[in-house]
């Protein structure tokens, strides 16, 4: 069994976004669990995966939508590369060189 564990959020983009849209950034350490004899078990580190998620705030309360979600095992890619995937789907930045034709 993959136990993910969250080791660290961070908000990405947060002057350039619309108001309402978040991009989080999540770190996860993954740790392989496997038992052993008896009652005891092994943890076995699993290595790390970053995952991006775009939420949407409405202003309601307790209403926040969540977009899309992006899982990277290799690291996170840059900042450019990662404005370039989510502006291909979501016109989400204010700066409009970065945002998308709108759906």
């Not at 990405?12 to 309402?20: K, R």
């Not at 496997?34 to 699993?46: F, K, L, N, S, Y």
Request: one cysteine or more; charged letters at 25%.
């Amino acid at each position: 069994m993959i136990v993910h564990e969250l080791t660290d959020i961070e908000h990405l983009f947060t002057e350039q976004l619309q108001e309402g849209y978040y991009v989080i950034r999540e770190t996860y350490q993954n740790v392989l669990v496997e038992p052993e004899d008896g009652d005891t078990i092994r943890q076995v580190d699993a290595g790390t995966e970053e995952v991006v998620t775009i939420v949407f705030d409405p202003g309601d309360e307790y209403s926040l939508i969540c977009l899309d979600t992006y899982t990277f095992a290799e690291g996170i890619p840059s900042l450019a590369e990662l404005k370039e995937t989510i502006a291909a789907e979501y016109d989400v930045f204010v700066n409009d060189r970065w945002a998308a034709a709108s759906l």
